[in-house]
């Protein structure tokens, strides 16, 4: 049974205030849900490890375990005070938090306290976990990754959509994270328009030049773009993580854990596992950079791909588990088929809602992929190479299967068919 975080004021209604190392022990120090787990602060040790672009990250450790304090500061981190972000990513963070939690249970750290007045989450230490995409760089075979993967994308995306919940429960929850406007807004930029357009925030690796030019031009290329923004925008399927990448988890030997979702918001089915799938394929095209051989790097790269396969069928097989199951929501449609002795019915309809899911997934992966290189938000697979050829060599080669995965969903059938156009040998338009 996970335990519900508290939900009160762990600061005395004392006005917001960012926290700092100095202050954490001072301020923190009475709330016995940290107190209970690490002991007094006289004994804590504090650090500052938020390396996202929005937050502060604090990990807190004391004679006992240790305990992550995270919280929202009024802006974007990375950005700096010239662009405001309101403190209610916290309330939208935990609100998801909880249902994905519930909903795919042991794939999140358990949750403390949540202070709305602070922004403040406390949350527990996941050790010895790593953010997956240090792993990924580092070039470290996780062996459960891809099936804690799938299965936590099949439970979260389907016991968060209408074949699960019922009217009230779902168009409540709809109309909740409806408020989550400024972070679904910033997903609406960054992703769909941002990198097919000159903005002073994008950014690209000087010898991408040419590149970022010709995306701007590339009218087939912004259809498809308009046309996945339309889709983010527009259809309410489930209630997504909203920026499932690689920093978004945390990954060791035998465990695997989701966090980080204040982008939570309704949407398409296929927006999570694209951004997931699309920074594995990211992790890919920076592997020569980062590995020793080419036979290490040929080694790795067939393990990141491995990966990307078996999350999808692992997520295919669980998702038609719950599908046969667990169907019992608005959209269940057992009275056509199940209850009428046509179980083979709802069989069909559920091929077809996996091609629709998988055509989005490869099409919001391609987006991700573009983004990640000529946007604002880069990642640190291809920002840790210091070499700028290098870097623009590797970038290059993802930049093409992105806008490949874009534009031509339709002609990738199997994700076998994905992968081998990561690897150079599909799809050249
Ligand atoms: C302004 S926020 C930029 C990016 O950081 C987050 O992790 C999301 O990926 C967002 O797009
Ligand atoms: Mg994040």
């Given at each position: 049974v996970r335990r519900r975080a508290s939900e009160r004021?762990?600061?005395?209604?004392?006005?917001y205030e960012p926290l700092c190392v100095e202050s954490v022990a001072r301020r923190l120090g009475g709330i016995p849900e940290i107190t209970n787990l690490?002991?007094?602060?006289?004994g804590w040790h504090v650090t500052e490890v938020g390396d996202g672009n929005l937050n502060l990250v604090f990990i807190v450790t004391g004679e006992g375990h240790g305990v992550v304090v995270k919280q929202a500061l009024p802006y974007v981190r990375a950005a700096g005070e010239s662009w405001p972000l309101s403190l209610s990513r916290a309330f939208f963070e935990h609100h998801a938090l909880t249902r994905l939690g519930n909903r795919a249970p042991d794939r999140l750290p358990q949750l403390y306290l949540f202070d709305q007045t602070q922004a403040l989450q406390i949350i527990e230490l996941l050790t010895p976990h790593v953010i997956l995409r240090k792993k990924l760089i580092a070039g470290e075979f996780l062996p459960r990754l891809s099936t804690d993967l799938g299965i936590y994308l099949a439970r979260s995306l389907f016991r968060g959509s209408d074949l699960c919940m019922s009217t009230t429960q779902l168009k409540g929850d709809v109309a909740l994270f409806l408020g989550n406007t400024e972070l679904a807004g910033i997903t609406e930029d960054l992703f769909f328009t941002d990198p097919f357009c000159e903005r002073s925030r994008n950014r690209h690796t000087p010898a991408l030049a040419a590149e970022a030019a010709a995306v701007r031009r590339d009218r087939e290329l912004k259809i498809a773009a308009l046309e996945l923004k339309t889709c983010f925008s527009t259809v309410r399927q489930t209630l997504l993580?909203?920026?499932?990448?690689?920093?978004s988890v945390m990954a060791c030997h035998s465990d695997t854990r989701i966090i980080d979702a204040e982008f939570a918001t309704y949407g398409p089915i296929g927006f999570d596992l694209g951004s997931l799938l699309g920074n594995l394929w990211l992790a890919y095209y920076a592997q020569p950079a980062h590995r020793a051989t080419v036979e290490d790097c040929a080694t790795y790269g067939a393990w990141i791909l491995d990966v990307v396969a078996e999350v999808w069928s692992v997520f295919a097989a669980e998702f038609s588990r719950l599908w046969r199951t667990?169907?019992?929501?608005?959209?269940?449609?057992k009275e056509l088929f199940e209850f009428q002795a046509d179980a083979g019915g709802a069989e069909v309809v559920l091929q077809s809602t996996l091609r629709g899911i998988w055509q989005d997934t490869l099409s919001f992966a391609g987006i991700e992929m573009l983004r990640r290189i000529l946007g604002f938000a880069h990642v640190a697979d291809f920002e840790s190479i210091a070499d700028e050829t290098e870097r623009a060599t590797c970038e290059r080669e993802a930049l093409t299967a992105g806008r490949q995965l874009a534009v031509y969903?339709?002609?990738?059938?199997s994700v076998a068919e994905a992968n081998a156009l990561v690897a150079g040998q599909g799809i050249r338009r």
């Amino acid at each position: 049974v996970r335990r519900r975080a508290s939900e009160r004021t762990a600061l005395n209604n004392s006005a917001y205030e960012p926290l700092c190392v100095e202050s954490v022990a001072r301020r923190l120090g009475g709330i016995p849900e940290i107190t209970n787990l690490i002991g007094g602060s006289a004994g804590w040790h504090v650090t500052e490890v938020g390396d996202g672009n929005l937050n502060l990250v604090f990990i807190v450790t004391g004679e006992g375990h240790g305990v992550v304090v995270k919280q929202a500061l009024p802006y974007v981190r990375a950005a700096g005070e010239s662009w405001p972000l309101s403190l209610s990513r916290a309330f939208f963070e935990h609100h998801a938090l909880t249902r994905l939690g519930n909903r795919a249970p042991d794939r999140l750290p358990q949750l403390y306290l949540f202070d709305q007045t602070q922004a403040l989450q406390i949350i527990e230490l996941l050790t010895p976990h790593v953010i997956l995409r240090k792993k990924l760089i580092a070039g470290e075979f996780l062996p459960r990754l891809s099936t804690d993967l799938g299965i936590y994308l099949a439970r979260s995306l389907f016991r968060g959509s209408d074949l699960c919940m019922s009217t009230t429960q779902l168009k409540g929850d709809v109309a909740l994270f409806l408020g989550n406007t400024e972070l679904a807004g910033i997903t609406e930029d960054l992703f769909f328009t941002d990198p097919f357009c000159e903005r002073s925030r994008n950014r690209h690796t000087p010898a991408l030049a040419a590149e970022a030019a010709a995306v701007r031009r590339d009218r087939e290329l912004k259809i498809a773009a308009l046309e996945l923004k339309t889709c983010f925008s527009t259809v309410r399927q489930t209630l997504l993580h909203g920026d499932l990448h690689t920093g978004s988890v945390m990954a060791c030997h035998s465990d695997t854990r989701i966090i980080d979702a204040e982008f939570a918001t309704y949407g398409p089915i296929g927006f999570d596992l694209g951004s997931l799938l699309g920074n594995l394929w990211l992790a890919y095209y920076a592997q020569p950079a980062h590995r020793a051989t080419v036979e290490d790097c040929a080694t790795y790269g067939a393990w990141i791909l491995d990966v990307v396969a078996e999350v999808w069928s692992v997520f295919a097989a669980e998702f038609s588990r719950l599908w046969r199951t667990e169907r019992n929501g608005i959209l269940g449609g057992k009275e056509l088929f199940e209850f009428q002795a046509d179980a083979g019915g709802a069989e069909v309809v559920l091929q077809s809602t996996l091609r629709g899911i998988w055509q989005d997934t490869l099409s919001f992966a391609g987006i991700e992929m573009l983004r990640r290189i000529l946007g604002f938000a880069h990642v640190a697979d291809f920002e840790s190479i210091a070499d700028e050829t290098e870097r623009a060599t590797c970038e290059r080669e993802a930049l093409t299967a992105g806008r490949q995965l874009a534009v031509y969903r339709q002609s990738l059938a199997s994700v076998a068919e994905a992968n081998a156009l990561v690897a150079g040998q599909g799809i050249r338009r």
